[in-house]
């Protein structure tokens, strides 16, 4: 991977932040887009842009034949079966809500179980919290190794035949642990549960295969992989999602509407209720064919590098602890700098054109499994390299001698 002609196709990242030229560490949070991305959507604005599904005329056709010329690049992306299996939402938290409002609220009745992580971000957990809620069921909790890895022991012990949903992360957003997503799909099955994955953190780094891992549903975020705010994917067994009702009702998902009954369109239209998000899944395509032309098994193998070289040279650092285990990680490191508060440290940071991410990172019971308040996190994506790296390392030095001055 040749890293400076990637980056040159960022243009956001061509500039200086307080001096400095900028130094992006985190895409976790949400990446940056190129110019490929960019040029899609305006294009799609300037020459194509109609409502889909409806328009007899020229530019609706365009219009829906983009839209779903992207829910394609979406399902081989994903390897699913077919079209039907993808729903576009606005990211990986409404497509975890759309399963736990439509798929387990029926599901669950009282004394039934929904397996779950501490490690989760808040968006595949309070959506269980709720429907243990509606429903009586019992939310039960895989617990972590000390390095915050999953073993399938735990997995083994906590999933019984009263489990009717597991519902774990791939990738966490603070570890940067890979979860064992095929082996706890087999023994959620084995229990006769559904798998659902939150690949919010993965899908941006990684070869994902939904039938290789054989889940059932599976959630993405197009902000995080190369793509615009507000678009991401469910994917969903047909078998699943064909007895699925709809949640939001309106424009678009129906198929006849008389004044007191109505029937819904097939899938997957019948569960994107409303005009949909259509420059948005331009641009998602538009990602994915970016991300694809440099090979998600290359992003992988450099991130994977890059994460070793940034946890082994952070690690080195007198007084900073960084969380999650040593190896088999991607590309992010979270930590601590001894005393100094995290929002101090990227205070610092960016003051020298560095942007890390201060706080609880969406998992406030992981933070106080680490027994933290908060962490800071640099988080690496394509268009980072070792040089980015060692711009942290002295920023972090400069900041452990500033607050070491000022404490005295
Ligand atoms: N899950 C994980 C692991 C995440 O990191 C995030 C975002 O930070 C989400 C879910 C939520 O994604 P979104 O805000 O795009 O819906």
């Known amino acids: 991977m040749n890293i400076q002609a990637i980056r040159e196709q960022f243009p956001i990242l061509n500039q200086e932040i307080n001096g400095h030229p900028l130094v992006y560490l985190d895409s976790a949070a949400t990446s940056q887009k190129p110019r490929s991305v960019l040029d899609a959507m305006k294009r799609y604005y300037e020459l194509d842009n109609a409502n889909v599904h409806r328009g007899v005329h020229t530019l609706g056709s365009r219009a829906t034949d983009a839209y779903e010329g992207a829910r394609e690049k979406v399902a081989k992306l994903l390897n699913a079966a077919s079209t039907d299996e993808i729903i576009f939402?606005?990211?990986?938290t409404t497509a975890l809500n759309l399963v736990a409002s439509s798929y387990a609220r029926s599901a669950c009745s009282e004394g039934d179980e929904i397996v779950i992580t501490p490690m989760e971000h808040h968006s595949n957990l309070i959506p269980w919290q709720q429907v243990a809620k509606a429903t009586g069921a019992t939310l039960k909790y895989i617990p972590l190794q000390p390095d915050g890895t999953i073993s399938i022991a735990d997995v083994e012990a906590t999933i019984t035949?009263?489990?009717?949903?597991?519902s774990v992360m791939y990738v966490s957003n603070v570890l940067g642990v890979i979860n064992p997503i095929r082996e706890i799909t087999q023994i959620a099955h084995r229990n006769g549960a559904v798998m659902v994955v939150d690949g919010a953190q993965s899908t941006p780094h990684m070869k994902v295969d939904v039938r290789d891992l054989d889940c059932d549903f599976y959630a993405l975020s197009g902000h995080k992989m190369c793509g615009p705010t507000g678009i991401g994917a469910l994917y969903g067994k047909k078998s699943l999602l064909s007895k699925m009702e709809p949640i939001e009702f309106g424009?678009?998902?129906?198929d006849h509407v008389d004044l007191y009954e109505s029937t819904w369109k097939d899938?997957?239209?019948?569960?994107?209720?409303g005009t949909p998000i259509i420059?948005?899944?331009?641009?998602?395509?538009?990602?994915?064919?970016f991300l694809q032309e440099v090979g998600l098994d290359e992003i992988d193998q450099h991130e994977k590098r890059l994460a070793e070289y940034a946890y082994t040279r952070l690690s080195q650092l007198e007084g900073l602890t960084a969380y999650g285990p040593a190896h088999n990680r991607v590309g992010l490191v979270t930590f601590n700098l001894e005393d100094v508060h995290p929002h101090d440290v990227a205070t610092v940071l960016?003051?020298?054109?560095?942007?890390?991410r201060a706080g609880h990172h969406c998992c406030q019971p992981l933070m106080r499994w680490l027994n933290v308040s908060a962490t800071a996190r640099a988080s690496f994506y394509l268009y980072n390299d070792e040089a980015d790296v060692d711009r942290l390392v002295e920023g972090l030095l400069q900041t452990r001698e500033f607050f070491g001055h000022a404490i005295g």
């Not at 420059?279 to 064919?289: N, R």
């Open 89 to 92: 939402t606005r990211g990986t």
């Open 251 to 254: 424009g678009e998902m129906i």
């Open 279 to 289: 420059a948005g899944a331009v641009g998602l395509g538009a990602a994915i064919d």
């Open 267 to 273: 899938l997957p239209w019948r569960f994107e209720g």
């Open 350 to 356: 960016d003051s020298k054109g560095i942007a890390v």
């Open 161 to 166: 035949p009263r489990t009717k949903v597991v």
